[in-house]
């Protein structure tokens, strides 16, 4: 079985059975709901015990138990940029404002990357009486470039000094 053909059983079996992510995420416990529901999509390895608490939910056999804590071919097939309207949207703020956000950082930080490995994402619903809004959180560790063979005091990475 293919790790999409898994991630369909999955998405049919929520639907079949009238399932929200909030619930499959709370069964199957550890970690944050956006975690699993990635892991589910086929995004990110579930550990052993939280797969074997998603084949038992969603009745696998124990080949796709195994099939959920494989690391994955990430992002497999994903289109770029994509065409639905809300990934698109994601997609469309980082055009917009990725330039602004990676010129702050720099400013702030020095020469370096948002690691997306050490890394947390949140989103929240926030009540707003003009109507509700979505508020995301992305929290990387900042990963500053090595600077090749550095010598006579220059630099050895690209971070800035606190």
């Known amino acids: 079985m293919k790790r999409a053909e898994l991630t369909e059983k999955i998405l049919d079996f929520k639907r079949d059975n ?6 499959i995420a709370n069964e199957i416990g550890g970690y944050s709901q956006i975690f699993i529901i ?3 999509l086929g995004n990110m390895p579930l550990p052993k015990a939280q797969a074997a608490k998603a084949a038992k939910l969603f009745g696998l056999t124990p080949s796709e138990e195994k099939l959920l804590s494989e690391i994955p071919m990430r992002a ?15 997609h469309e703020a980082l055009l917009v404002f990725g330039p602004a956000l990676k010129e702050q950082l ?16 949140q989103m929240d619903r926030v009540s ?11 929290n990387g560790k900042y990963l500053p470039y090595k600077y090749h063979e550095p ?6 990475t690209g971070a800035r000094p606190v």
């Open 18 to 23: 009238g399932l929200s992510w909030k619930l």
């Open 106 to 121: 720099h400013e702030e930080f020095g020469d370096g990357i948002m690691s997306a490995i050490d890394f947390t994402l």
């Open 151 to 156: 010598r006579d005091g220059a630099p050895a």
């Open 76 to 90: 497999d097939g994903v289109q770029t940029p994509p065409t639905d309207p809300t990934l698109y949207r994601f």
């Open 128 to 138: 707003d009486p003009a109507g509700d809004r979505i508020k995301i959180t992305m």
């Open 38 to 40: 990635t892991a589910l």
